[in-house]
């Protein structure tokens, strides 16, 4: 069985509701994983989703700013996890039934992060908002870390955090190593959290690191693709149980949605998906 998982800052989805339509019906993912969705539970707009299909949706909103939600065409059963030390509504954890013939051997865990940006100074002696970050993160790691002594459960982590980790994950290695998001301090914890239980970013699996790749390009680009001048800040992540399954799709299992950048109204970040072939494991 095949399945795919798409995450997606958004940047308001009210405002970017038929950009999300547009690419459910075109791409039809099986499970699509937003960020900064800007708006409290009740506001967010069910409808169109579950008449495409997607009738299982969790949201975590917030007024004004933030949030996350992940939308399903398949069963999805909350899970009750805390990793914003400041409380914000950045993350939806959820177990995936993909495959209720297996019992619990089809499900996994999908955990949708909305990693804080850190402001614009990469000092927390300084700055509050890059605290935050690192505290957020600390607060993963010490969850998967725990989590994991337990065993591996068959975890997928997805989302923007905010971080482009290898050198060609920016459009410009040297110049950003003093911005935040490419930071070495921010690099070392992040890469500290995927060795929590040696998980694997898939967009490296097949791809050197002299590949550049990039999911975010600023608004403040005249011509965005000209000049692409991105960053790869949404990831996807799989535990060591589903490696094989992320393997099993090849190169052409992971996908970054470029022309999405250019769309009409688009958000500064586009779409990432993978496909996990669960009959691999």
Known sequence: ?????????INSVRLREPTVLRFLEEQQPDIL???????????????NFKALGYEHIEVAGMKAYHGAATISKLPLERLPTSFCPLD???????????????????DFELHNF????????A??????KFGHKLDFIETMRAYFTE???LGDQHQ????????????????SHKQLLKVVSHTPLEVGILENLRKSHDFTDTARLFRDDDEKLYSWWSYRAKDVMASNRGRRLDHIWVSPALRPAAEATGRNGFTIHTDMRVWEKPSDHVPVVQVLDLGAL
């Open 123 to 128: 000092d927390r002696e300084i700055n509050d």
């Open 33 to 47: 994983c937003l960020q900064e969705i800007k708006c409290q539970n009740d506001q967010f707009p069910m409808k």
């Open 114 to 121: 909305y990693i804080p940006a850190g402001g614009d100074v």
């Open 1 to 9: 069985m095949k399945i795919s998982i798409a995450t997606w800052n």
């Open 88 to 106: 914000h509504a950045r993350h939806v954890s959820t177990r995936v039934v993909a495959d209720a013939s297996r019992g619990d051997a089809g």
């Open 156 to 171: 997928v982590l997805v989302g923007d955090f905010n971080i482009a980790p290898h050198e060609h994950d920016v459009w």
């Open 147 to 149: 989590r994991f002594a």
